[in-house]
């Protein structure tokens, strides 16, 4: 408690050392000799996909702008992408569409500085000002980054082989540089 009377400190969600991968464990041979869960496919020919859950209508809901909210298309290349590693059971689908929604807000406030500029009108003085929707930008950037984090945590800790290549995150980037050329 602090001096004020307030409640705060305490432990932190995602505080503390971040979970070993468990390429990383096994390569190690398993130092701390807890059980491993890991995944191992005799054939391919045993293994059942599981169905993509539909997004949620407010995921490509209609805005005010008039156009279509992309965070579906990010939800399928998402599942898509953990679909192919064999993780999409691990990871739950409000996490995933979490994670489109605030990449899609995040490339929404992106194309409104485009359209609009850097700079405001401030609504009592005139003046000029920051625009919010840099602001807001970098706040459904930071919370895209965090859900990302997240996901990809989830694929490294139960991926036996490590893991390279390309990502959704990396689409993510190219939509965005896209979304700014008016495409």
């Given amino acids: 408690m602090a001096k004020d009377g307030t409640n705060r400190g305490g432990v932190r969600a995602g505080a503390g050392a971040k979970r070993k991968p468990l390429a990383d464990k096994i390569a190690d041979g398993n130092p701390g000799k807890h059980p491993l869960t890991v995944m191992e496919f005799k054939s391919a020919a045993d293994l059942r996909g599981q169905d993509m859950p539909e997004p949620k209508e407010m995921l490509s809901a209609v805005q ?38 605030s990449a899609a807000r995040w490339i929404q406030c992106e194309e409104a500085i485009t359209e609009y500029g850097f700079l405001a009108k401030h609504p009592t003085t ?29 694929v490294k800790e139960n991926c036996a082989a490590g893991y390279s290549g390309d990502n959704p995150q990396d689409d993510l980037m190219e939509r965005l540089l896209t979304a700014r050329k008016g495409k």
């Avoid at 156009?67 to 689908?93: E, N, T």
């Avoid at 003046?127 to 990809?152: G, H, L």
Wanted: proline share 6%; net charge positive; with cysteine.
């Fill in 126 to 154: 005139g003046n000029a000002i920051a625009s919010p929707y840099v602001t807001m930008a970098n706040s459904f950037k930071c919370q895209t980054r965090a859900d990302w984090a997240e996901i990809f945590q989830i």
């Fill in 64 to 101: 005010k702008n008039g156009k279509a909210l992309p965070a579906a298309d990010i939800f399928k290349s998402v599942w898509q992408w953990l679909s192919d590693r064999g993780c999409a059971h691990l990871v739950p689908p409000d996490t995933i569409e979490r994670y489109a929604m």
